[in-house]
């Protein structure tokens, strides 16, 4: 058997400007976090810990997240059916959480939703 086919995603940290403003958005669509403290905040999805933390050190005056810099462009969270894909469009939607609705993503044909966190770090939910 393939090494790969045994692999999976443990963990992925994300460095955010301010704890609060990130566990507000993101409890909107997970629920309370799994985990927290006074410099970070887990959530549980599937088996993948999603984590949300402070810089290390001194973060750079004025810095925001970009797609276009080398590092992360966004990450995805699969999903198995339409109907799963429904209920995280009315999730968004109850908690105002501006989304791009569900469309057709041009790759893979598949049916997709995406939206920019605080930090503006793209999320998106995607049929997998």
Do not use: C
Not at 4 to 20: M, Q
Not at 92 to 107: F, M, T, V, W
């Amino acid at each position: 058997m393939n090494i790969k086919s045994r692999l999976f995603i443990d963990h992925i940290v994300l460095t955010i400007r301010d704890i609060g403003r990130t566990k507000d958005f993101y409890t909107k669509i997970f629920g309370a976090p799994d985990y927290q403290d006074a410099d970070s905040v887990l959530y549980l999805i599937g088996e993948t810990k999603l984590f949300f933390t402070l810089p290390h050190g001194t973060p750079f005056p004025h810095d925001r997240f970009d797609a276009n810099r080398v590092g992360l462009e966004h990450f995805a969270i699969g999903l198995k059916t339409i109907d799963d894909l429904k209920e995280i469009e009315q999730i968004l939607d109850s908690g105002s959480i501006p989304h791009s609705g569900i469309h057709i993503d041009k790759h893979s044909k598949k049916e997709k939703i995406w939206l920019d966190d605080p930090d503006k770090i793209r999320v998106e939910f995607f049929i997998s």
